[in-house]
């Protein structure tokens, strides 16, 4: 890359450009591009300024590509076209190994992205998150473009240093990516995006994409086109005749053009070049970015304007750079091919040395004695015999061993390109040893395709950045029929559309693979986890199990022997819902505090409340005796019910508590109605027979002995103070346990807080 010495500082920026500080003294916004001609000449200082760097890039792409470490013309010129000119590959092969450790990070990976919801509690919510980052996982994957988008990225970020993903609106998920060729930024920009003052991005359209734009021209001209001009350019860049255009006005001739591609013309996409579109991107002084297109070859105005489109850099582009450079600028960044290019031409130039010696060294070495025996060289074979024709002598030769010479270099280079170089491990076994375990020759076999945590740790911070856009443009856009399918795999597997709307995107993680781009790594660590896994919980035995499958046979097949577990963990409180359960079984009132997870709770609940009433409507219970339970739990479940109603994403279990707790109502009613019925009737029946029993007396004429007063009324007495201590019993003995289900439910309370910590 070019000298950036010579370049302008970052604070003379604006004035070299030529922008504007975009803001009025009335503290109004101005266009900080004048017009069209002002944009193009911004456009042409940038590239000025980055053709060493270009020079540099397309020479290093050319070593990664092939070309031969010396310049063939140069070597017919110099009498020397028979001289070895080889590029050996040594510097794709390093590509290759550094790009698959990449390609890795993704490939073994069931989901992306981890999302973070707000709504429902923690078990519901870790399901229902879980489930939304599965299904943008296979949004993403079956988008055709996001493969070859994600190798460009990381192909572009390993060559160069500097990889860009950028967004052609606000509203598309579908992002595109670009290296310093396709985007432009000053130079002595600091490496961040909120640093960047303006930035050109180069696209090239088709006539009939050009047009697309413009179909509807009151909406187009609405937001931000000029239909005009575009009219002006697609007739511009028409090079085929005879078909009603090429003469008369700018309107006619795009009348006839539009015609033309209405009617699907594909003449018109093959012999008419493509339009070079220039897209400024330009911060504002509040951070927002305006957007300005115009076309590279004569503008007359802009064809697109829209001032502050993206409301921040992240949301237009986001830029992957290997670290900040010498001097924390984007173009003191460095990447593989600048730090293992004079390696490589020196490596090629010494092999094809070695290759021209041995050539060389194998020659038969013939001296003519004079220029006619020069002419007159013949050599006759006869059998096993060769007969040179006479002036012509052998000479005996001594060359030099060029091999001896030239293979310690090589060896010494490539030691310095593996030091070097992230994409090989400096450190390791003895290759030579022989006590080398199996876990050493695992790791030796997959040494080549191991990452520095430094370019992991970069690479990643721009890829969650880059997949948090990614997330909320997918909530943003329920246009696109592939987000409205997300939205209905999503739903169809339990998740309300509320609790997709409503994520907090902005701790969207990018969800980092086991190895760091290592399989042999990935693999020592699965051992690791295996060998403590005794002390998991049942679903992280599965999922561990499911992890060592997908690296051995990976994941698109590894549901055949390692299904995945969509069964909830279980936690603390729904040991408590079921401890609550037994204490309500026996009457006992329990209280509802509003720190409990009522998500949990009332399902349990619900499932022995709904038991409890089937039992009755099919007389299985007695209701005199299953009345306390029947009021304890019904009082129960309306205290959740009540604390639920305030969550959303339990809104479907509050409508259903709500039906279980009419049922309840009715139930006890009925019941307290048939058990007033029955007292009356026994009461009824009592005094009947109390009757009967004195008209029985009467008729016998027996005179019975009437019982001293005061000795019954001390029978009563005693009668009356029993069942009074036994209800009095019987409340203490309630009330300790019910005092008894109070501090186990604390208690259980206090342990969850606690575990949450």
Not at 30 to 45: E, M, V
Not at 87 to 108: C, H, M, P, T, W
Not at 499 to 528: M, P
């Amino acid at each position: 890359m070019a000298d950036n010495k010579t370049q302008p500082k970052s604070l003379d920026v604006i004035d070299q450009l030529g922008l504007t500080m975009g803001v009025k003294e009335d503290g109004t916004k101005t266009r900080r591009i004048k017009d069209a001609k002002s944009a193009l000449a911004i456009f042409n200082r940038l590239k000025d300024a980055d053709a060493n760097s270009a020079l540099q890039r397309a020479r290093i792409d050319g070593m990664f590509d092939g070309a031969s470490p010396y310049d063939q013309g140069k070597l017919n010129a110099s009498g020397q076209s028979q001289k070895t000119n080889l590029n050996f590959g040594e510097a794709q092969r390093l590509l290759d190994i550094s790009l698959s450790a990449y390609v890795d990070l993704y490939s073994s990976l069931e989901k992306f992205v981890n999302v973070k919801g707000t709504l429902g509690e923690d078990a519901q919510r870790h399901e229902w998150e879980d489930t939304v980052s599965s299904e943008i996982t296979q949004l993403l994957k079956s988008w055709p473009e996001f493969h070859s988008n994600y190798l460009r990225l990381c192909t572009t970020f390993i060559k160069h240093g500097v990889g860009v993903a950028y967004f052609d609106s606000p509203e598309g998920w579908q992002f595109r990516v670009g290296s310093f060729e396709d985007i432009l930024i000053p130079r002595q920009t600091p490496a961040s995006e909120e640093a960047i003052d303006i930035s050109v991005i180069r696209r090239s359209y088709h006539l009939h994409e050009l047009n697309n734009f413009i179909k509807d021209p009151k909406a187009a001209a609405k937001v931000g086109w000029n239909v005009d001009e575009v009219k002006r350019v697609m007739t511009k860049n028409v090079t085929t005749t005879g078909r009603g255009y090429g003469g008369g006005t700018t309107d006619s001739e795009y009348e006839a053009l539009a015609a033309q591609l209405k009617n699907n013309d594909l003449l018109i996409g093959v012999e008419n070049p493509t339009v070079s579109v220039l897209h400024f991107l330009v911060r504002e002084t509040d951070g927002t970015l305006s957007h300005y297109s115009c076309v590279e070859s004569s503008p007359e105005k802009f064809l697109y304007e829209k001032p502050s489109r993206y409301q921040s850099a992240e949301e237009a582009y986001v830029l992957f750079t290997y670290g900040v450079g010498s001097n924390g600028t984007y173009h003191s960044i460095r990447g593989l091919g600048q730090r293992i290019f004079s390696h490589i031409q020196t490596s090629n130039r010494l092999r094809c040395q070695m290759i021209d010696g041995a050539m060389i060294s194998s020659a038969v070495m013939l001296q003519p004695e004079s220029s006619r025996a020069l002419e007159e060289l013949d050599m006759t074979f006869f059998g096993s015999y060769a007969v040179l024709s006479p002036n012509v002598n052998i000479i005996e030769k001594a060359i030099p061993n060029l091999s001896q010479a030239v293979q310690p270099a090589l060896e010494d280079m490539q030691n310095q390109l593996a030091m070097n170089t992230d994409t090989q491990s400096p450190y390791g076994p003895n290759q030579s040893s022989p006590y080398r375990n199996k876990d050493q020759v695992v790791s030796d076999m997959d040494v080549s395709t191991q990452l520095s945590g430094a370019a992991l740790n970069l690479f990643y911070a721009s890829w969650g950045r880059l997949l948090r856009e990614v997330v909320k443009r997918i909530i943003k856009s329920p246009k696109d029929k592939r987000i409205s399918d997300f939205y209905k795999r999503c739903e169809s597997r339990g998740v309300p559309k509320e609790f997709i709307n409503s994520l907090d995107t902005a701790r969207t993680k990018a969800v980092r693979a086991i190895g760091d781009g290592s399989r042999a790594n990935r693999l020592a660590s699965l051992r690791e986890l295996n060998a403590i896994s005794g002390s998991f919980d049942e679903v992280g035995r599965a999922n561990l199990t499911r992890d060592i499958v997908s690296t051995r046979v990976g994941a698109d097949i590894a549901d055949r022997y390692a299904p995945q577990v969509d069964v909830p963990r279980e936690t603390v409180d729904n040991k408590i819902a079921i401890i609550e359960n037994g204490h309500i079984s026996q009457g006992q009132q329990i209280p509802v505090l509003s720190s409990e997870l009522h998500g949990t709770h009332l399902p349990i609940h619900l499932e022995l409340f709904g038991q409890l009433i089937e039992a009755l409507n099919t007389g299985q219970a007695d209701p005199m005796q299953s009345m306390p339970t029947l009021q304890a739990m019904y009082q129960h479940v309306a205290e959740h019910t009540e604390f639920a109603s305030g969550e959303p994403a339990l809104e479907g279990l509050v409508g259903q508590a709500k039906q279980v707790l009419q049922y309840g109502e009715e139930m006890i009613n009925n019941t307290a109605k048939a058990m007033q019925k029955e007292e009356r009737d026994a009461a009824q029946a009592q005094q009947q027979m109390t009757e009967e029993e004195a008209m029985m007396q009467q008729q016998q004429g027996g005179e019975q002995q009437q019982e001293d007063p005061k000795m019954q009324s001390a029978q009563v007495q005693m009668q009356i103070m029993q069942q009074k201590a036994e209800l009095e019993m019987a409340i203490k003995q309630q009330k300790h346990e019910q005092d008894q289900a109070i501090r186990d439910a604390e208690a259980a309370m206090k342990f969850q807080e606690e575990s949450r910590q």
